[in-house]
């Protein structure tokens, strides 16, 4: 008998949220996503999406696949807190609160002659009055996706999402614009002013519709019902498929389809989103600004095959943020020293690419080289950081560079700068930053040897407080011309950590090493720089 209810108990919730959404009715978001009301068919839900750990997301998406498919959300895609509360208020309001009862969003509807709010079978989310007439919906308020049915008017846009699974506001927007074209733009991030404009019908006229019909095709519609532009039409039939359209977080924008079930119409597809259709052609190519980083973050490059865009590092350089890649690329070296006295060419070599560039930021272009004066000049020139060679052209360029791209159809041979080893140091040595036990090795073994080496540790122990204390006062002077390149290796910081705070049993060294330690510290006085032979007269005293 009870097991009997409990059975029933599912059946009841469902049956229960295919009816109207009355006045005054509301839902809280608790752990998981949760489900306020879903379509007569059940293939669309409104309610609560999980997001995060205490991040929910008021949301509108396909119900009967296992894939979470978003397809619009309140609050320009940010997330509420737990325990968030969506209502439709008595007097008609559509509103979504936070726990403690603050308003964090409302559907810009006034409210009045709202007699009940519905999930359509289409994905339109709507307040209706009595006589179901639709006083706001979701359509048209679209976020980054339409669907089939849904008609957006002149003037409309969509903007993508931030990443795959951030809904706020990203950095490409697909717009029906007032003089009726349509077209793609990268924004000026994080604005949502339009930067480059990437694609485009070039249409103009008023009373222009972008249509997404019920069979899944996607046109650009005049007023009197023609058809001034066919977006996308080599639909399978929405009898079979569910479909969207979206502007993708990566820019492009694409015409999906997922088999409803499988059957003899489906039996080639994958139980997956497929692309149908996308636009641009070739984002890599297509976006080529002035301004901004490109299809993908500076200093990285873009790649698009099989319709999907990708970024990459090039060698010598890794992602900023692996899980955000526009962002970009940093070098892994310390760039080349502009001090002419160590112009550190030979510690620079290049990476060759083929087919790939980045265009319209060179500093210097030369017409008439070959290859190699190309790479001598970029060498020996510590602002160049990558050269672009193609016929008899060499162009320089400084970082960042912007919209890098790899394609076949590009015949040039990008050459970039790339420190010889490892190391971030702007000497050769045998001391790495990041290995700072070879530092205590060799300090240890220089301690523990014999008188002479002492010494020698002396003299260079003296230069470095004399340059650290040199720095200190005259903030810009350049270091090499005190003591060598490579002593700017050892911070005091080091040395001290290295050495025990410089607490050996040698009965010699100790006094003396002490005194450096606190003429670093300030506690007394430097003396000028000793040469060598004052120095062991100092130290035999
Ligand atoms: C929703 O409300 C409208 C208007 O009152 C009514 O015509 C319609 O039948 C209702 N739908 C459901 C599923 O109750
Ligand atoms: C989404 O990205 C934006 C922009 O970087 C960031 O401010 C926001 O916190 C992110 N949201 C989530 C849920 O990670
Ligand atoms: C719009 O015009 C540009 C430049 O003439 C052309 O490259 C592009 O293909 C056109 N767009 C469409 C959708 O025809
Ligand atoms: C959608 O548009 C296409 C192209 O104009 C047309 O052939 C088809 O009949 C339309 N479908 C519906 C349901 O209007
Ligand atoms: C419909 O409107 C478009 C654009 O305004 C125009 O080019 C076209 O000739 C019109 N078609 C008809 C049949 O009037
Ligand atoms: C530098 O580091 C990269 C990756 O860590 C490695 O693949 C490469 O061989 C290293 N190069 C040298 C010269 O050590």
Redesign the pocket.
Known sequence: MFCFFLALLPFASVGQSHKNISLGSSHTAQAGDSTWAVSPSGNFAVGFQQ??EN?FLLSIWFNQIPQRTIVWSANG???APKGSKVELTSDGFFLLNDPTGNRIWSAGSSGSGTSHAAMVDTGNFVLASQSTEYLWQSFDHPTDTILPGQVLNQPSTLVSR??E????S?RFKFILKDDGNLALYTTQY?WSSSNFNYWNTNTSGSDFSLVFNQSGVLFLRANNGSIISMISSNTPSTQDFYQRAVLEYDGVFRHYAYPKSSNSNTRSWKMAWSTVYYLPPNICLDITEDYGSGACGFNSYCTFDDGKKSCHCPSGYSFIDPA?VMKGCRPDFDSQSCDGSSPETDLFDFYEMENTDWPLTDYEYFEQANEDWCRQDCLSDCFCALAIFRGAGCWKKKLPFSNGRKDPSFQAKALLKIRKDNSTFKCEGPVRKKDKSKLIIVISVLLSSSVLMNLLLLVAGFSVVYWWRSKSSKANQPSQSIVGTCLRSFTFEELRKATNGFEEEDPLLRPSMKKILQMLEGSIDVPAPPDLPSLITTISL
């Open positions: 997001i995060e991040g895609g940010n997330l931030y990443l699974t951030n809904y706020s990203g994080p955000d």
